[in-house]
Each structure stands twice: as structure tokens, then as C-alpha cells.
């Protein structure tokens, strides 16, 4: 038997009770009204007792257990920052009400009564529906405080600066090499929503997104693990925001903070919305070897290229060589001369010819 039921029972019984004590006022009244009344006193009070029995037994559930189970409900989906915020508005506002709580009660007659309790009742209510609604600007408020506190003794910018990471920039994997170098200069921070996302994909049916999931979670731990860039967890979230590019961007706006990623989509929106971004591939790209058309170098060909008679070799940072009349030296290192270069969205793609062919 479920509590709902017992609920039921017990407010069918309370209100069949009330039922039959105001059966006969209840007689009384009607008989006033009509003298030839057919019911007797017994068969009154009776439908009276059903009556109020059948309403207790529809209404009880929602005057007791269901309210109850909405806030479990809702106290499960929010966030402890959530709660805390809640919490703090309710305590504000109550102290508000006890404030004006005096005052209000020297109002003359049903006023000065009546005032004090709905004055309790509505700044308890407005205090915690300002913080929660407001727990991010709040939040930013105290920590700006605390910021601005703390850097009386130490060094303006050290240690201050907070990275958000995408998941793309997790199941890419370079983002533990980059943090060993000791470039990045801040903390690691990774919002709760993007790690549920990561572990989504990492539970994937399919086996290529599963692998890209698991090693992102592999990196995720990595990083966490060594001591090079604090990685924190974060719970802050964004209301009202389903999809996690979106929730990034805002969060990023209201933090103030760049955002780690080689999503091209969501380095193009972020962009427009004036948030800055770090991509992790635009970095590979501007680390790559620097070569200028006559320069020479030695390169192993190792396969053919689409065109006829070229040969294809890969520099150490991975940029393609493409060699013309390259696909007689498969399988050998030879030296070759710079004749153009082209930057593309894929990257940089370098073309050359043999120095012996000059």
C-alpha cells in the first residue's frame, strides 16, 4: 500500500467524521428552508458522512502527499548553488519581515493582524525567487569581491586566469600535452554538463564514438592527476539553456572566461558573441615548422599523390609535402625545394620538387 493510498484513506475518514458532526447543523439549516423536507436526521447525516468522505478521498493526495513529492522533485534537480542561493533569500527575507513586521502591526484593526503575517510570508517568498534567479550575478558579485580582496597579496594576474573546456577539446586528447608545456597559465574548468556529455558519448552504442568518449574520460583523468593545470568540476550551470555549446557560451559570458575547443561551429557562434576562444588547432597551426618558397629540406616520400607522378611525405608536425615528380623516390629521403605554400581550413599544404630536378 503506497502513501498515496493511505493518504486517501486517512482523509476519507477525517473528513467522513467532519461529515457527521455537521450532518445535523447541516439538517437544521436545509429544514428551515423546506418544512416538508423527505430525508430524515439519520439519512442526512449519512449522505453528509459519504459525501465529505468521497472529497477527502479525491482532494487529500494534493493537500498532502503530492506537494510534498513536487519538492523532493524539485530539491533532486537543483544544484547545490541552487539550494544555497534559496536559502540565503529566504533567511534575507525573513529578516526583511521581522523588520517590517512592527511597524506593520501598529496599522489600526484587522490590518495591524493580518499585515505582520502576509508581510512574513511574501519577502520570504521574493527573497528566495530574487536569489535563485539571480545566483549567477550574485555569485560573480562574491567572487569579484573576494578577487579583488585576495590581489592585496599577490601578483594582479597570477593564478586568477579560468579556462572553460569544451568536450571536443577532452576527446581530442592534445589538451594534456598542451597543459605539460605550461602555456595554458590558469585552471582547467569543467562544467558538470559537459563531463555528462562526455560520459554520453563514451556509452555509445556505436564503437567509434565509445572510443572517443573513453579517451576523452582517459585524458580527463590525466590531467586531473598531474599537477601541471588545476582541474576543477565545476556545477555552475545556465537555466533555461538545453544545448551545451549554448550553455558554454553564456557561461563563458558570465564568467568572463575563454573557452578551450577545436569545434569549429561553436568557435564560429562563440565569436559572434564576443567570447573569446582558445582552438586547440588554430595553436597546432601556428607552431607548425615555418618554410618559405626556395627553402630546401630533406623529406621521406611515402606514398603517391592524386596527381600524376607526385609523391606524397609528412613533415615531423604532420603538414603534407606534396613533391612533384615525387613517385619515383617512394620509400627514400630525399632533399627538395619549397615551390608554394597554401594555407587551408584543414591546415598547411606544402608543395615542393626535388633539388636534383633544378
Do not use: C, W
Amino acid at each position: 500500500m503506497n502513501a498515496i493510498l493511505i493518504s486517501r484513506i486517512v482523509g476519507a475518514i477525517i473528513l467522513g467524521i467532519i461529515g457527521a458532526f455537521t450532518g445535523l447543523p447541516i439538517y437544521d439549516y436545509v429544514s428551515g428552508f423546506i418544512p416538508n423536507l423527505l430525508l430524515s436526521q439519520g439519512a442526512t447525516i449519512a449522505i453528509n458522512t459519504i459525501i465529505f468522505a468521497i472529497i477527502g478521498f479525491i482532494i487529500t493526495p494534493y493537500l498532502t502527499i503530492k506537494p510534498l513529492q513536487a519538492l523532493a522533485r524539485l530539491f533532486r534537480k537543483a544544484t547545490p548553488q541552487t539550494l544555497i542561493s534559496g536559502l540565503i533569500g529566504l533567511v534575507i527575507g525573513l529578516i526583511t519581515a521581522a523588520i517590517m513586521a512592527y511597524p506593520l502591526s501598529l496599522l489600526p484593526g484587522a490590518l495591524g493582524q493580518i499585515l505582520p503575517f502576509v508581510g512574513l510570508v511574501l519577502f520570504g517568498y521574493l527573497g528566495v525567487v530574487l536569489f535563485v534567479t539571480r545566483q549567477e550575478d550574485f555569485m560573480n558579485l562574491f567572487r569579484g569581491i573576494s578577487t579583488k580582496t585576495s590581489r592585496t597579496s599577490k601578483s594582479s594576474s597570477e593564478g586568477e586566469r579560468r579556462i572553460l573546456v569544451d568536450t571536443s577539446a577532452i576527446i581530442d586528447g592534445r589538451i594534456a600535452d598542451i597543459a605539460k608545456t605550461g602555456f595554458l597559465g590558469g585552471s582547467l574548468i569543467v562544467p558538470r554538463f559537459v563531463l555528462n556529455e562526455l560520459q554520453f558519448v563514451s556509452d555509445s552504442a556505436d564503437s567509434l564514438r565509445r572510443q572517443r568518449g573513453r579517451r576523452g574520460l582517459e585524458v580527463l583523468a590525466e590531467l586531473q592527476e598531474g599537477k601541471d593545470v588545476p582541474v576543477i568540476i565545476s556545477d555552475v550551470d545556465v537555466e533555461g539553456v538545453r544545448e551545451v555549446d549554448e550553455r558554454l557560451i553564456v557561461l563563458a559570458q558570465q564568467l568572463n572566461a575563454p573557452i578551450l575547443t577545436n569545434d569549429y561551429n561553436l568557435n564560429r557562434v562563440a565569436e559572434l558573441q564576443g567570447v573569446k576562444i582558445l582552438n586547440i588547432n588554430d595553436l597546432a597551426n601556428a607552431v607548425k615548422v615555418v618554410l618559405l618558397p626556395g627553402e630546401e629540406f630533406s623529406i621521406n616520400v611515402i606514398q603517391e599523390g592524386k596527381e600524376y607522378q607526385q609523391g606524397v611525405g609528412y613533415l615531423d608536425d604532420g603538414t603534407m609535402v606534396v613533391i612533384e615528380n615525387g613517385q619515383k623516390y617512394l620509400e627514400k629521403t630525399i632533399p627538395v625545394t619549397v615551390t608554394k605554400i597554401l594555407q587551408t581550413s584543414a591546415g598547411r599544404m606544402i608543395f615542393a620538387k626535388p633539388v636534383s630536378e633544378h
